[in-house]
């Protein structure tokens, strides 16, 4: 089972992997994560966090992906037992609105259509 997290400054999105099928769980505030994490890992019984590394088009702002590296180790050694992998996110935003989302039928943020298509695109880069 995998647990997918989008670490932003004061809130975390996250989704699972039940049964080969990606699912939005919850956003939650930052200061709430590692709770939730060990929540999800009991509950799901989760093997591998995988955390998408916000990389900008041009590498121009690195503040939040300097954050999210650091914000990988914590969790490297709070959960030594779990294998903790990041994933490119770059174009998941774009593509969830272009993909699921209208001006008008806004049954989900973006944001965790987003975290679902992460977790998705790393899968099946594995070929999970």
Do not use: C
Not at 16 to 33: A, N, S, T
């Amino acid at each position: 089972m995998y647990l997918g997290v989008d670490l932003w400054d004061k809130k975390v999105w996250l989704a699972v992997e039940l049964e080969g099928v990606v699912i939005p769980k919850e956003i939650v505030k930052r200061v709430e994560i590692i709770n939730r994490i060990k929540y999800y890992i009991s509950k799901y019984d989760i093997k591998v966090i995988v955390v998408w590394l916000p990389y900008d088009l041009y590498n121009k702002d690195l503040r939040q992906l300097n954050k999210t590296k650091k914000f990988i180790d914590k969790l490297e050694w709070i959960f030594p037992d779990h294998e903790v992998v990041w994933f490119d996110e770059r174009f998941t935003t774009f593509w969830a609105k272009e993909t699921f989302i209208s001006e008008k039928d806004r049954w989900l943020p973006k944001d965790d259509i987003s975290a679902s298509l992460v977790l998705e695109g790393y899968l099946k880069s594995k070929g999970v």
